[in-house]
Antibody, heavy 115, light 108 residues
């Protein structure tokens, strides 16, 4: 069974940093691209970032490029989102999701970041 | 960047048919995917590649895509269908993944 479990969310001051983690299990982690998607409570889904299976390729939404960094540790089956220069508008639930291009069939439960 | 436009809300009586639209420039040439999100839960993929139901999704849910509009159709609506629905495409021109703004389906 595919499982994605996010952690690392919390309260942070504007301008601060936070690192989110997403632990994956139930599939061959290194074979899949992974995503971060965020959602302001009560609002819509917004794609944040994507990383290739080997970590070579990364893509970002314009709103976070230069401030957020997506990375992964395939030995630990974990994907990360390093967030810096945080702003109030970054407050959201952050979900990780597995990429079965071109859709996202597996999502974690999310972790709340409050700036 | 590519924009997907959804109506904020759709209301329908039980047993009727609900149609949730997703507008985009020439969206008919793209693959559209639909997610259902119930309160307090993560999104769930229900339709992919325009019209393919994910295993376990009722046949009452169907999708279509043509021209500038993709549509999620829910027939014989039930109370349990009440949720937010999001369309999504992969804009390969700049490798951006795009979600519509979401539509809240209310069952009257």
């Amino acid at each position: 069974e595919v499982q994605l479990v996010e952690s690392g969310g919390g309260l942070v001051q504007p301008g601060g940093s936070l690192r989110l983690s997403c632990a994956a299990s139930g599939f061959t982690f290194r074979s899949f691209w992974m995503h971060w998607v965020r959602q302001v409570p009560g609002k819509g889904l917004v794609w944040v970032a994507r990383i290739s299976g080997d970590g070579t390729w990364t893509y970002y939404a314009d709103s976070v490029r230069g401030r957020f960094t997506i990375s992964r540790d395939n030995a630990e089956s974990t994907v990360f989102l390093q967030m810096s220069g945080l702003r109030a508008e970054d407050t959201a639930i952050y979900y990780c999701a597995r990429d079965d291009s071109p859709s996202l069939p597996y999502w974690g439960h999310g972790t709340l970041v409050t700036v | 960047s590519y924009v997907l436009t959804q109506p904020p809300s759709v209301s329908v009586a039980p047993g009727e048919t609900a149609r949730v639209t997703c507008g985009g420039d020439d969206i008919g040439v793209k693959s559209v995917h639909w997610y259902q999100q119930k309160p307090g839960q993560s999104p769930t993929l229900v339709i992919f590649y325009d019209s393919t139901r994910r295993p376990g999704v009722p046949e009452r849910l169907s999708g279509s895509n043509s021209g500038n509009t993709a549509t999620l159709t829910i027939s014989r609506v039930e109370a349990g269908d009440e949720a937010d629905y999001y369309c999504q495409i992969w804009d390969t021109s700049n490798d951006q993944w795009v979600f519509g703004g979401g539509t809240k389906l209310t069952v009257l």
